[in-house]
């Protein structure tokens, strides 16, 4: 059953708003502006696309359009941050933080300026663009950078949330995006603080089997997967790790002990991303037998949201299976 | 514009002499490390660093300071020197350069030592960095200029180019760009490894006001950057014909000195020779 810290929206099953989490990001841009003068924004040339658009006209005098050149783009905004702005970077993640992933490295990461790099149409559900388009590798890419916090967000509000979060933590932050509508699980009153995860669903009765660790839009798929399973007998939690770095050790060691075995679930290549941050932290403190639901190995490719979310493995009925297989191994 | 007095100018020069051989006795010590650029720099960073940067060494981090970024990290040990000579750390420091627990980094990084405006290496970010620096000074009307020095190698770099649309795009008269012409890369000339030229004509297509002196005449130089700050429509470009290795006549133009440091006997003469200028005069260490 959901979990009531949790303050999910009673709808989120049935009749859930939808919107991209893009949206969110240029919600929580305006509302970070309107607090602090200091922000900027810098757009490569895909105002509308990032949601920036509204940022740039309610503060022209703080956005600064760079046109399509994502590694000035980064190296930039470390300039900005060095003359005492907050800089937010906007671009797709393929492009930033994946064509500018040195600028990134040196100017901001190593740098320690605090950027904050947007991006957008994050995972396979960017649909119709097609592989270049679809980012894949970007949390990989951000999460091995010291000093980089990974941020992603699982709808619209909580990346309204991240995206204000983010704009105060005075240090350098990646937060990935999503192009397509994706339902709206969390409310205003959803507890949000960047390292902290939280337990959105929980048994009814007894002690879970499986612990389900989502993060990003997946984590919807992930609760009606738990949703299914409760019907079938099969007992789990659903947690939702918005930030994947830092890891919310002490919560996942919680929850990963409670069960004896996990399932991750992200719209990311298995390498390197979410569930490759859980492995490293269980094999170091509660190993326990683990599936993984997410992109493996292969690019994606041109389709409906839908289409590609179910070619690739990442559907509800994908996780529940992920969680069978897992169940008899468990610890 | 200003006008240095004779005295003046040979204090400088003195000044770029004693630098240089900071940098062959950092280079032989550290065991690696780039020696011809810094060489080829060292009457320019005299410059900047004795005349034209308004800075502070005792407050590095001070609000009313020029910033000067050196996109080109690899030639740090002239701006270690030449930062050792200003009195923003002592002399004899210099000599941990590229140590084990050194602030003086292989490449600069900002948060090891006081002064940095930036960390770099990698090439073509630099001009990036100093253009958003110009751009939110200008938005905070900080009445300061920014200046980036750049290598010409780095101009192969697709990251600088856009950096210099931008800055042109978004008039940044308070941007000064540094270019070390000096016409070597680590494969070899520029103009065989990856033709720049003619570099003065991109510039200036690309929107800057561009100025051309000799590296190595230290009152051309400060005359250019006092040209610049009177340019308010546009960023200024300065190109910098140097000498890679200037100052040691053996290694002056060869790319080969590019990246290498001296051994001990190679140290001993060219401090010989750069305490002698050369054989003009008697050096005390004779």
New interface residues.
């Given amino acids: 059953m959901l979990h009531p810290d949790a303050k999910l929206r009673d709808d989120l099953f049935e009749a859930a708003e939808q919107a991209p989490t893009r949206d969110g990001f240029g919600k929580g841009l305006v509302e970070a502006g309107e607090k602090d003068s200091r922000i900027v924004v810098l757009c490569a040339d895909l105002a509308e696309s990032t949601r920036v658009e509204e940022f740039s006209k309610k503060f022209p005098d703080r956005f600064v359009e760079v046109g399509v050149a994502e590694q000035n783009l980064a190296a930039l905004a470390s300039g900005f941050a060095a003359a005492g702005k907050v800089p937010f970077i906007a671009s797709y993640a393929t492009f930033s933080p994946g064509r500018n992933n040195e600028q990134i490295r040196t100017t901001i990461s190593l740098n320690e300026q605090p950027v904050i790099i947007g991006g957008m149409h994050a995972g396979v559900s960017v649909g119709p663009d097609g592989a270049t388009h679809q980012a894949l590798e970007d949390m990989a890419l951000m999460r091995v950078q010291p000093n980089m916090t990974v941020i992603s967000p699982c709808d619209a509000e909580e990346a309204r949330k991240a995206t204000v979060a983010a704009s105060v933590l005075g240090k350098p932050v990646y937060v990935r995006f999503a192009r397509d509508k994706t339902p709206i699980m969390t409310s205003f009153d959803t507890p949000f603080a960047i390292g902290k995860a939280n337990v959105l669903w929980y048994p009814q009765q007894g002690a879970p089997s499986v612990a389900i660790l989502a993060t990003g839009p997946l984590v919807h798929t992930a609760l009606i997967a738990a949703r299914e399973l409760e019907n079938r007998d099969i007992p789990t939690t659903v947690t939702n790790f918005h930030t994947v770095k830092p890891l919310d050790v002490e919560t996942l060691v919680g929850v990963a002990s409670e069960a004896g075995a996990v399932v991750t679930v992200e719209e990311h290549q298995i390498a390197g991303g979410f569930g490759s941050a859980v492995a490293e932290a269980l094999a170091q403190t509660y190993p326990v037998p683990m599936e993984f639901v997410g992109v493996h190995d292969r690019f994606g490719q041109s389709g409906t949201p839908r289409e590609l979310i179910e070619e690739y493995g990442m559907g509800a009925s994908h996780i529940v299976d992920a969680v069978a297989r897992v169940l008899p191994r468990r610890r | 514009m200003t006008q240095l007095t004779d005295e003046e100018v040979r204090t400088l020069n003195d000044r770029a002499n004693a630098i240089r051989q900071t940098i062959i006795e950092m280079l032989v010590e550290a065991g690696s490390g780039h020696t011809a650029g810094p060489l080829g720099m060292a009457d320019i960073f005299t410059a900047l660093y004795f005349h034209v940067l308004a800075h502070d060494p005792e407050n590095p981090g001070s609000p009313v300071r020029d910033?000067f970024?050196l996109s080109n990290g690899h030639i740090a040990p002239v701006r270690y020197a030449a930062m050792a000579h200003a009195g923003y750390f002592p002399v004899e420091e210099c000599l941990t350069l590229r140590k084990f627990g050194s602030r003086l980094q292989g490449h600069p990084?900002?948060?090891k030592l006081p002064g940095l405006?930036?960390?770099?290496?990698?090439l073509?970010?630099?001009l990036?960095?100093?253009?958003?620096?110009?751009?939110?000074?200008r938005?905070?009307g900080?009445p300061h200029r920014v200046f980036c020095a750049m290598s010409d190698g780095e101009m192969d770099c697709?990251?600088t180019w856009?950096?210099a649309?931008?800055a042109s795009a978004?008039r940044l008269s308070n941007l000064v760009g540094i270019i070390d012409r000096n016409n070597i890369q680590i494969d070899g000339y520029t103009e065989s490894v990856m033709p720049l030229e003619p570099l003065h004509e991109k510039w200036q297509s690309f929107g800057w006001h561009v100025l051309e002196v000799d590296g190595h005449n230290i009152p051309q130089f400060i005359a250019a950057c006092d040209e610049a700050a009177a340019v308010f429509e546009k960023p200024t470009v300065i190109i910098a014909h140097t000498i890679p290795g200037k100052g040691i006549k053996s290694i002056e133009r060869d790319y080969r000195w590019h990246g290498k440091p001296p051994n001990k006997e190679e140290a001993a003469a060219f401090l010989a020779e750069l305490r002698t200028l050369g054989g003009q005069v008697t050096s005390e260490h004779q």
């Fill in positions: 910033r970024v990084e900002r948060l405006e930036t960390t770099s290496g990698p073509g970010e630099g990036s960095q100093a253009a958003g620096m110009a751009y939110a000074m938005m905070d900080v697709g990251n856009e950096a649309m931008f978004k």
